[in-house]
């Protein structure tokens, strides 16, 4: 079940972290992964353990701080560009500080990284989606997306975004068979997630009715199930998984 054999997957933020782990679980199931992230050495250490382990992947350096400049970045995939069946737009940033405070390039930052960039990259890709009249698009949210979050209002608006953006690409291509989805994490051990205050993080942990954080594996683990044949009739959704944080 949910084996992505003959596909081929585009993970953003691949360089860590959820992307990384993503990345890694899609190729376990047979997907050919194209890994995009800023830092290319850590690409290409991973893409190097997917082989090893059997797999097979291609990094690409990408720089989603600068929307206009995804397609020139895109051009060095060549043909294979229009071969991707699984988009993942997982990369993100935050820049947290309370509204009264925030700077507008606070603002502008996160939502250009975060949802900006996914709607280049995703009209980017679609084109090779369209014509094999099979696709998956999926987006890496957050619950904070759906209940806010006290000093980041910059990072849940990007979030939410997504939300929206997925439900209206899922009506436009489902004619076309072409799914769009959204996951919706909870507090998962990650980097960005490391340098919370400890403060922050006990509260957070006393509203996670598992009483635990989650992990990148869990969440690949949805990603994996919403890149496959068995979620061809899911579209639009977004799968909350985050412990009972949010119900």
Partial sequence: MFRLDGKTAFVTGAS????REIARKMAAQGARVIVAARSFDKLEQLAEEIREAGGDARPLRLDLARPADIPEQLEELG???????????NAGITRDVIVARMKLEEWEAVLQTNLTSGFVLTRALLRGMVRKRWGRVLFVSSVVGLMGNTGQANYAASKAGMIGFAKSLAQEMGSRNITANVIAPGLVETAMTGVLDEGVRERMLNDIVLRRTGTAAEIAAAAVFLASEEAAYIT????????????
Wanted: glycine share 18%; no cysteine; charged share 20%.
């Fill in 16 to 19: 860590q972290g959820i992307g």
């Fill in 79 to 89: 043909e294979d560009r229009y071969q991707v069946d699984v988009l993942v737009n």
């Fill in 236 to 247: 639009g959704e977004v799968l909350n998984v985050s412990g009972g944080l949010y119900m």
